[in-house]
């Protein structure tokens, strides 16, 4: 796994407001869902290299997957400007993500 899902979170309110493109992973460094998708999210990045990626650990009592309403991992929830453009739930293809990743940097 590329990089593993950072235990410290950022608030709600820091998250709203992000300027620009980013996107947030939601999930577990020890989910098998989430390390079968981390190929298909790294290929998906290296052509939008200007999109922030945030991967967050999610699980019970973890206040910032509550707040997107997480019920799966991974969830990939695509912001502009703090704003939700579109949301991914287990990702199976890299052209879904890369499509969003495409209308979030131009929205």
Same mark, same amino acid.
């Given at each position: ?6 235990? +410290? ?8 407001? =992000?300027?620009?493109?980013?996107? =947030? +992973? ?19 990045f290296t052509e939008h290299p200007q999109v922030r990626h945030l991967k967050v650990e ?25 704003? +939700? ?13 890369? +499509? ?8």
């Amino acid at each position: 796994m590329p990089a593993p899902y950072a235990v +410290e979170q950022p608030t709600r309110s820091d998250i709203d407001a =992000l300027a620009g493109a980013a996107v =947030l +992973e939601f999930g577990t460094d020890w989910c098998g869902y989430c390390r079968a998708a981390q190929p298909l999210i790294a290929q998906a990045f290296t052509e939008h290299p200007q999109v922030r990626h945030l991967k967050v650990e999610d699980g019970p009592g973890r206040p910032l997957g509550r707040s997107f309403g997480v019920k799966l991992w991974p969830t990939l929830v695509f912001l502009r400007d703090g704003r +939700e453009v579109a949301r991914l739930v287990r990702p199976g293809d890299r052209a879904a993500i890369s +499509e969003a990743l495409s209308r979030t940097a131009a929205a």
